[in-house]
């Protein structure tokens, strides 16, 4: 079955599970396979729950006529997904970018579908399968898509354009990130920029924040949108952010100065589009983040912000300075490794360690492996969460404004239960 006979089947209704645990009334399954499961033995259970196809790539499970082989599952799933971006006539717009992706993208898409009937990519499911899925949840319906793409190699974003073809497109900023898979500083640019050479080549537009640098020089040649705090004033953040945007004055649930660019871009993007301004004030100031970003807790007397979803150097940085300006009698920072740092790993952490040590919090506790290596005054140090539960009484913290931020796969969310 090539695609075009594939695409029929698909548009019956539109949808696509990969999931047998999920899966929708009248849904196609694509049997995909990872490292620990094999998704080809699930296709009859897949169509007992409800699916009315099931697509594989081993024939020994085809054991039913609206089981349908093909070559490789996962290309199938991702041309099928390009043939029907082909299809739509609406803007597609690509978000990527070290840090802020996600929180970017949903106030993107509060704001647009205040307008528009707007499909985005859900959670953080931005990569080679995640976009894919994206793009097959748009129907006849939708005006306006939002694609989050995220990468941790060079090529990566290269290759989910191709699959979107995106003809919008925002990069949040240039980051350390992923410095092992990009092999540095320079790569995580290099990688990051492949968005704008895409829209260059396909005569697309890339919306730019003018006080970044770095985002006006990887920019230049390409057709722009810009935004900057000349026209988008940063007002306060204390902690919530505050902007001015055409006298109208926009307060939002978000933490920390570094959320000001993604609020900002939300403004321009929904701007762009004729979203009304009385629209895009009240989008972004009824946006509550959620999933461990930048998450504002009381628990007793005391202020949490958990931002346990992700961590690198770059995000690090940016919290520790903006957690040092908030006005608290106590302040207590909890920080867990960064991973995926590659060679760079010691000298980043220890660099984290030395600026968090500088604020003089009233407690600083450093958890992990690698802010084991670290070496700094007044710094409580533990080389893992169970050593660090065990040694530590936390129910004496009170009436502090208290940080929590560290890697996913550090889950410092747990600290909460120990408060």
Do not use: W
Request: glycine residues 6%; contains cysteine.
């Amino acid at each position: 079955m090539n695609i075009k006979q594939l695409y029929k089947l698909y548009i019956e209704n539109f949808l696509v599970d990969t999931d047998t645990r999920n899966i929708r009334n009248g849904s196609i399954f694509f049997a995909l396979k990872g490292d620990n499961f094999n998704g080809n033995k699930f296709a009859e259970t897949a169509l007992k729950n409800g699916s009315t196809y099931a697509i594989i790539d081993e024939k020994k499970f085809q054991t039913n006529p609206n089981i349908i082989l093909v070559n490789n599952v996962l290309e199938t799933l991702q041309q099928l997904s390009n043939y029907h971006r082909k299809q739509l006539n609406i803007p597609i717009i690509a978000i990527t970018g070290s840090n802020g992706k996600t929180t970017t993208k949903e106030l993107i898409n509060i704001v647009l579908s205040k307008k528009y009937k707007t499909k985005a990519t859900k959670g953080n499911l931005n990569n080679h399968i995640g976009v894919p899925l994206t793009l097959l949840s748009m129907d006849n319906a939708t005006e306006i898509g939002i694609v989050e793409m995220g990468a941790n190699h060079l090529k990566e974003i290269e290759f989910l354009c191709k699959i979107a073809e995106p003809n919008y497109g925002y990069i949040t900023n240039f980051g350390k990130a992923h410095l092992e898979g990009f092999g540095g500083f320079e790569g995580v640019i290099q990688g990051k920029s492949e968005l704008y050479e895409h829209l260059k080549k396909n005569k697309g537009k890339a919306f730019i924040n003018s006080d970044d640098a770095i985002q006006k020089e990887k920019s230049k040649g390409n057709a722009i949108i810009e935004f900057s705090s000349k026209t988008i004033k940063f007002i306060e953040a204390k902690p919530f952010v505050e902007v001015e945007f055409k006298n109208n004055l926009i307060k939002s649930q978000l933490i920390g100065k570094y959320n000001y660019s993604n609020i900002a871009a939300a403004i321009k993007i929904g701007s762009h589009f004729n979203v009304p301004e009385k629209d895009i004030a009240q989008s972004i100031e009824n946006y509550i983040p959620t999933n461990n970003r930048s998450q504002i807790i009381e628990k007793d007397s005391n202020k949490i912000i958990l931002d346990a979803y992700n961590a690198n150097p770059s995000s690090m940085k940016v919290s520790l300075e903006s957690f040092s300006k908030l006005i608290s009698k106590q302040k207590v920072v909890f920080l867990g490794d960064m991973f995926e740092l590659g060679e760079s790993s010691k000298i980043e952490h220890q660099k984290i360690a030395e600026l968090a040590s500088s604020f003089d919090f009233n407690k600083l506790y450093l958890i992990g492996k690698a802010f084991a290596t670290t070496s700094v005054k007044n710094a409580f140090i533990y080389d893992n969460f169970e050593s660090f539960k065990t040694a530590v009484d936390l129910t004496t913290i009170t009436n502090s404004s208290i940080l929590i931020k560290g890697s996913r796969g550090m889950a410092l969310e747990r600290i909460l239960t120990l408060l």
